[in-house]
């Protein structure tokens, strides 16, 4: 199998049965299972500190990633800059990233209802109460954590500064 499949072989469109599959096999095997989601759409030494940090808090990382649709309802009409199969590729490629999964709805709600992972991981300008999944989280035993944001990095950022705003 060659490195590019390997890549493809870790995207996921949606929480479909082969996802299902791959959860239950995980499950089964003991891994403990970390989620975080996002748009991620120019990759930037933050997400790179914030996902790693993510994965060392368990043995599988699985990032849902939003859909076209859903960055552009959320972020408006300019965004995405990369199309989500660009955006999954990138994430898919960094080592510590066992699976993306992409979710065209607002929130991941659905996703992390599917996935029912041990740890749910969002950055720390969210209170744990007010994370999206915390109740399905919780209502297991599993654990909510918030990290650190690098500061000086955004997405929205870098766009300004592209655009000259900066």
Do not use: W
Not at 29 to 40: A, E, R
Not at 67 to 79: F, M
Not at 102 to 123: H, M, R, S, W
Not at 153 to 162: G, L, M, P, R, V
């Amino acid at each position: 199998m060659s490195k590019l499949e390997i890549i493809q072989k870790k995207i996921f469109v949606t929480a479909d049965a082969d996802y299902i599959r791959m959860l239950t096999i995980s499950k089964f095997l003991g891994k403990k299972i970390v989620f975080t989601n996002g748009c991620f759409d120019l990759l930037h030494l933050g997400h790179i500190d914030y996902l790693s940090k993510a994965a060392d808090l368990g043995n599988m990382l699985i990032i849902g990633l939003n859909s076209d649709l859903s960055v552009s309802r959320i972020k408006g009409n300019t965004r995405p800059l990369q199309d989500e199969r660009s955006r999954a590729m990138v994430l898919a490629s960094l080592g510590f990233v066992d699976v993306v999964v992409l979710f065209g709805e607002d929130t991941p709600y659905e996703l992390i209802k599917a996935t029912q992972p041990n740890i749910l991981v969002k950055g720390a300008d969210y209170k744990p109460e007010d994370i999206v999944g915390y109740d399905i989280v919780k209502n297991k035993g599993g654990e909510i954590i918030t990290i650190e944001f690098l500061e000086g990095y955004s997405t929205t950022a870098i766009e300004n500064k592209i655009l000259g705003k900066i």
